[in-house]
């Protein structure tokens, strides 16, 4: 398994912006598949977006295309959320998962199919 470690939450007004980042431990960081999840308060874990090894397959919400950009640095090991015109429903801790198993992205949207996760970040959206 490879470890997690998220940052970059904050608060944050409506409509700003912020980057989460999440590196991961070890060297075979391009072997991932890397998603992105959230939970609010009182409410399941959900997906938010997915990148695939390469980097050049993305996967998306549809609540947050067009706002939320995926991206990943093999090189550094580090995948990245930049979200922008946050809205306050965007608001909860927001969770970098990892998996090495062959499945597209389409499919891959439940935290079942992630076996590694970081400990989280909060994102704040006051309205």
């Known amino acids: 398994q490879v470890h997690l470690v998220e940052s970059g939450g904050e608060l944050v007004q409506a409509g700003g912006s912020l980057r989460l980042s999440c590196a991961a431990s070890g060297r075979t960081f391009s072997t991932y598949t890397m998603g992105w999840f959230r939970q609010a308060p009182g409410k399941e874990r959900e997906f938010v977006a997915s990148?695939?090894?390469?980097?050049?397959?993305?996967y998306y919400k549809d609540s947050v295309k067009g706002r939320f950009t995926i991206s990943r640095d093999n090189a550094k090991n580090t995948v990245y959320l930049q979200m922008n015109s946050l809205k306050p429903e965007d608001t909860a801790v927001y969770y970098c998962a990892a998996d090495q198993a062959a499945l597209s992205l389409v499919r891959r949207t439940s935290p079942q199919y992630f076996g590694s996760w970081g400990q989280g970040t909060q994102v704040t959206v006051s309205s």
């Open positions: 990148i695939s090894r390469s980097g050049g397959t993305t």
